[in-house]
């Protein structure tokens, strides 16, 4: 995956030619982020036609499909990312890290707010509730309202440095949550299934519907990296706009 | 027998739609506004 701003960095501190912004060469949206597009899709074309319907739970089941992507993408690479690129900023001090951090916790954000919607939706037909206050449901709504709070500091704080540095903290007491997130369903009795794919044993789906996951899998995770690679290149436009007008 | 429960598969899809389709309207209003702002410098 390439990161490269559209204008050329000339040092590991982010500093580059202040000419490419100046050309106003911003071009958010490349080839990738439309093929990732039409995979998404192709995955909902195969999801609505030709993937089996559950015998027990009806259509409602294949809002799988959408919310374990999202919440896989979201947790293990968006928010993974995010905590990576925070911890390696705090060593490092490289801007390019930092606006990587945001970009993912961004993104990572859009892709949590896909699951707490999909899942009470699906929960309403299985469980006869929208909501429960149970471990996992708990706990990913509670890592959303900080990675809310993490966008919202970005915003509050004018100082290039001392942004990125409150805001990389927060971000690592953040990640905290994922690895509760995922062992939540083991450590506590939850009405949220235990995973039915990636376990010590077989897959609890039919082969149609595994392949239906995997291509749903891997089409949200391209979606992730189309998405990662437009923000983060406007975030790169943006600083080197700011830095020019003098507004950084 | 399987329940007919339709509605909520298309009623999540299409939130799924609007949130990710809203976002990326969102980055597409973010590029031009910062494009903009180049151009007027």
Redesign the interface.
């Known amino acids: 995956m390439s990161l490269a701003p559209a204008v050329q960095v000339s040092s590991n501190t982010g500093r580059t030619d202040r000419t490419g ?4 060469r ?1 071009a ?2 490349d080839w990738f982020f439309y093929v990732a597009v039409a995979a ?1 899709a192709a995955t ?1 074309v195969r999801v609505i036609w030709f993937t089996p ?1 559950e ?6 089941q ?2 799988f499909y ?2 374990a992507p ?1 919440a896989f993408v979201a947790l293990y690479l968006a928010f993974a990312l995010m905590a990576l690129a925070s911890a390696l900023y705090l060593w490092l001090h490289d801007e390019r890290l930092d606006r990587l951090a945001e970009s993912s916790a961004e ?1 990572g954000l ?1 892709f949590t ?2 699951v707490l ?2 899942g009470p ?2 929960g ?2 299985v469980w006869g509730t929208f909501w429960t206050w149970d471990a996992r449901l708990t706990a990913t709504l509670f890592l959303w309202f900080l990675i809310v709070g993490y966008l919202v500091l970005r915003g509050a704080v004018d100082d290039h440095a001392m942004r990125a540095r409150y805001s990389a903290v927060l971000a690592l007491l953040s990640a905290v949550l994922i690895p509760f997130i995922h062992l939540s369903v083991y450590m506590f009795r939850t009405l949220h299934p235990r995973p039915i794919v990636f376990k010590p044993s077989e897959p609890s789906l039919s082969p149609e519907m595994l392949r239906t996951f995997l291509l749903a899998l891997g089409s949200m995770t391209l ?1 992730f990296v189309a ?1 990662l690679r ?2 983060y290149r ?1 975030a790169t ?2 600083y080197w ?1 700011d830095e ?2 003098g507004t950084a | 027998m399987t329940p007919e429960n339709a509605s909520y598969f298309h009623a999540a899809y299409i939130a799924a739609a609007v949130i990710y389709g809203g976002y990326i309207a969102i980055l597409w209003a973010r590029a031009r506004a910062l494009r903009e702002r180049a151009s007027r410098r």
């Open positions: 912004a100046a050309a106003g911003i958010a949206f998404v909902v319907i015998a027990r739970q009806g259509p409602a294949k809002i959408v919310h999202s993104v859009v707010t896909a919607v999909t939706i699906w309403k037909t979606l998405l437009v923000r406007l436009e943006r706009i020019v007008e």
